[in-house]
């Protein structure tokens, strides 16, 4: 709709425009045939009569330039007015829940993840290469890529399927 507008507005501007250039062709087209006239037929010195169209142009320029109406910018492209009082949308008056925030709890099936000082204390870390300066400038630390492989391995451990019970009837 927004876009309809615009183009719509667009197109009303580039038709005045037009319009406007054909009038003022006409008028410089009369003034030069006015001006030849003068020349020809005219008692008066060549000098005077273009010092006289030179003046009587350059008042017909102001008068134009006066008369041509200036639409004053009334919203931007984005639709919303200029100088509007309403500018913002009321507030809400139905009540929402608050957001609360509940840690996630994943069930492994599995032993519970060693903290990083465990890690190292159980020898954990000695198998898993130093971190890199660029890695460590991304963030990234060996104690997380230790935790995911142990994670890995004991998720599922302790999971033991229910067998689904046969009827002895």
């Keep these: 709709m927004l876009i309809g507008q615009e183009k719509q507005d667009s197109e009303i501007r580039r038709q005045i425009e037009e319009e406007d250039e054909k009038r003022h062709k006409n008028i410089k087209l ?6 030849i006239d003068e020349l020809m037929f005219s008692d008066m010195s060549a000098k005077d009569i273009i010092a006289i169209h030179k003046h009587d142009q350059e008042k017909e320029d102001i008068e134009i330039e006066s008369s041509l109406p200036q639409q004053p910018a009334t919203q ?3 639709g ?3 100088g509007a009082q309403n500018a913002f949308l009321p507030v809400p008056d139905e009540k929402i829940e608050i957001y609360k925030y509940s840690p996630i709890h994943v069930d492994l099936c599995g032993p519970e993840l060693q903290e990083e000082e465990q890690l190292i204390s159980l020898g ?3 198998n898993v290469r130093a971190t890199s300066d660029s890695e460590k400038a991304g963030g990234f630390d060996t104690k997380f890529s230790c935790q995911r492989a142990l994670q890995d391995a004991f998720c599922g451990l302790f999971y033991f399927p229910v067998a689904p019970q046969m ?3």
């Design 30 to 35: 009369k003034n030069k045939e006015a001006l």
């Design 167 to 169: 009827d002895q009837s």
């Design 76 to 78: 931007f492209s984005t």
């Design 80 to 82: 919303i007015r200029l």
């Design 124 to 126: 954990y870390m000695r």
